[in-house]
């Protein structure tokens, strides 16, 4: 197998953003729910799903007006920006992806990102991280309210589709059960779980992970780079 294609996840694998979606979040469903977020619930209900999913999750589909799940999404990510870019030790692509992704373009690895982001955040990582190097903002999937949320494979199939890649000659790389799953659905030919900012045992539980790392140094990466990459 060789392979032709990458598609990443953003949060949890590109960035390891986690501590302050959790924040953000656990703050929301205090103040909609009056109660405290799991742990479990935050890594199977939240990580990888849509806003919108998660609001209609916790209070009820269609126990909230279309207006007012845009209101509260963005001043949940704004609450959200506010803290990452606070952090400078955390606001940052996760080691060795810089270097990883220039290797990529040298070797003509197609790359795009299927992330279950809104825009206003994939605007943010843009800039933030400077990844129109790497990227084509215009044939990202993002939530933009057409597709399902992970696990169902949409936006993995459409991530594919807008770079011409086959199934079959394409890597996903994840950090969430439910977009594994999502990975899976999509017929990823390899599918590699990161564990950085997650939960390694939830995704070596999934039992569709072809390899797990940590983040994208030579130790972990370097087996791909030589035997799997095209």
Not at 69 to 92: F, G, H, N, P
Request: with cysteine; proline share 2%; net charge negative.
């Amino acid at each position: 197998m060789k392979i032709r294609n990458i598609i990443f996840d953003c949060n949890g694998t590109m960035i390891f953003d986690g501590k302050y979606h959790d924040i953000a979040w656990r703050t929301y469903v205090g103040k909609l729910a009056g109660r405290e977020l799991t742990k479990e619930e935050f890594q199977h209900q939240i990580l990888g799903h849509t806003n919108r999913d998660i609001f209609e999750w916790l209070l009820g589909k269609g126990a909230l007006s279309e207006e007012k799940i845009m209101q509260l999404t963005e001043e949940k990510e704004v609450l959200y920006r506010s803290m990452y870019q606070e952090d400078q030790d955390a606001c940052r692509l996760v080691k060795g992806l810089p270097e990883f992704l220039d290797e990529l373009q040298r070797r003509n690895i197609k790359c795009n990102i299927a992330t279950a982001s809104g825009l206003s955040n994939v605007d943010f990582y843009f800039e933030r991280f400077a990844l129109a190097k790497w990227f084509d903002k215009s044939k990202l999937a993002y939530d933009d309210g057409t597709m399902r949320a992970k696990p169902a494979p949409d936006m993995y199939i459409r991530a594919m589709e807008r770079i011409g890649a086959e199934p079959s000659e394409t890597m996903v790389i994840e950090d969430s059960p439910s977009g594994v799953k999502a990975a899976v659905a999509a017929n990823a030919a390899c599918i590699v779980g990161i564990y950085g900012d997650s939960d390694k045992k939830l995704l070596q539980n999934t039992g569709v992970c072809d390899y797990l790392i940590e983040d994208y140094t030579r130790n972990y990466i370097g087996y791909i780079e030589q035997n799997l990459l095209e």
